[in-house]
């Protein structure tokens, strides 16, 4: 077996275990109530051996790393599949730094599925290994690409500490306007999650069943001296075609549910036929997270958002407060030395100067602008409780935004990290 093939088993194991890890510790925190033990034994219990069982899929994530790194010959963080696969062990790194440090089991219900959630985004991508290009060979890259991972990882926790303060403190009883708009706050960000997780079933579902569908599109430009040039674009869709690509024809269509042709056309000003995908995609993530949705909502019979609120009882709200704060005051610092600092100094070796205004640069900025505003205002303005939990959701939004708009959506210096 060789070293890469050994990197994807315990890749795999890691996953695996992860999930298993937060099905005990849903236990330590569902099970009390059902247990003949008293709750805090119980609770004691069963988040021990969730924590062993976490830690020894953080161990197997580490062997993957080192061993895709001994395999390729250079760290693996050089596209989406390696980078995403190196941030969700940096969750969970993080995750076990404040686990270690406050000790509160729910933590675990709520983090790890970040880290797992993050693996399964990262196995959508291309998983070979890739030569480097010229301007990834520095020993920047392992600077920038693992802090700036790091500090995003710390981020995450503090928004898993800052969701579980909202679900634990809305009173999602009262029928006050203040309080309605922040249960609906609340339920629009567990939306946003299934809608995430929908996307990746629908991903893996129509892959396992082997769906594909091509379109093809002519485009005609004329040079400077006159002449025309005619290029021909062709895209390659793994799920059903709701959306066709802007005046493209079909060469290959998979019929699905008795559909033979896409329901429309993706408007003239998504150009490219890329453009049409992605649509395409998004369009069957918000449908796949919908009927997600609606299956939960009739399985639990009420809105989300008030069915996990009595789990988080008898969790001190003041400590989810400041575990949101300490995570985000360990993880900023090491952010902006990853992601501006050596990154800035990466861009001079590399293309010649400082700062570019590449898309990806200016996004970096605008999070580390953010988390430093959370900052300002915890300290100097006394923002604590709801509002710091609110800026915490937000602003790891902005981080995935970064993380994933910017790669998949907006071209730029960057786009190395993409998919094609």
């Known amino acids: ?60 994530h580490l062997a993957y790393f080192i061993t895709r790194w001994m395999g390729s010959g250079h760290i693996p963080v050089s596209n989406m599949y390696e980078f995403m696969t190196f941030l969700s062990m940096m969750v ?14 729910i933590l675990g219900v709520f983090a790890v599925p970040i880290s797992i959630i993050v693996m399964a985004y990262a196995a959508v991508f291309p998983q070979e290994v890739q030569p480097l290009i010229p301007s990834l060979k520095s020993i920047y890259l392992n600077i920038h690409v693992t802090l700036a991972a790091l500090g995003e990882s710390f981020f995450a926790v503090g928004f898993a500490a800052g969701l579980m303060y909202l679900l634990r403190t809305v009173n999602f009883e009262s029928k006050e306007r203040s309080d309605r708009k922040q249960q609906r706050l609340v339920e629009f960000t567990l939306f946003s999650i299934i809608v995430i997780i929908g996307f990746l079933g629908s991903v893996f579902a129509f892959r396992g069943a082997g769906y594909e569908s091509v379109f093809v599109r002519s485009n005609v430009t004329i040079d400077s001296s006159g002449q025309e040039d005619s290029t021909i674009e062709k895209v390659s869709y793994k799920m059903p075609p709701i959306v066709a690509p802007y005046h493209s024809e079909t060469e290959v269509f998979q019929s699905f549910l008795g559909i033979n042709e896409p329901l429309f056309e993706a408007p003239s000003w998504m150009n490219g036929v890329n453009a049409g995908r992605k649509f395409n995609t998004v369009i069957w993530s918000l449908l796949s997270g919908l009927i997600l949705y609606g299956i939960l909502r009739l399985a639990v019979r009420k809105p989300l958002g008030k069915a996990i609120h009595p789990v988080l009882d008898g969790i001190d709200e003041n400590d989810l407060d400041e575990i949101t704060y300490r995570a985000i005051a360990i993880g900023f610092p090491i952010f902006t030395l990853g992601a501006l600092i050596f990154a800035m100094i990466w861009a001079q070796v590399a293309w010649g100067r400082f700062w570019g205004w590449d898309p990806k640069e200016v996004w970096a900025l605008v999070t580390w602008l953010f988390y430093s505003a959370y900052l300002h205002l915890r300290l100097a303005r006394g923002w604590q409780g709801r509002k710091s939990a609110w800026l915490a959701v937000l602003g790891f939004l902005v981080v995935m935004f970064t993380l994933v708009g910017v790669n998949l959506v907006i071209a730029g210096l960057h786009s190395y990290a993409g998919t094609d």
């Open 1 to 60: 077996m060789s070293l890469l093939d050994f990197s994807s088993d315990v890749f795999i194991a890691a996953f695996f275990l992860y999930s298993g890890a937060f099905m005990l510790f849903t236990i330590a925190i569902m099970g009390r109530r059902w247990s003949g033990r008293k709750p805090e034994e119980h609770t004691a219990r069963w988040g021990r051996i969730a924590f062993m069982v976490s830690s020894i899929g953080l161990l197997c």
């Open 92 to 105: 969970m790194v993080a995750f076990t730094v404040i686990f270690a440090i406050y000790r509160k089991i």
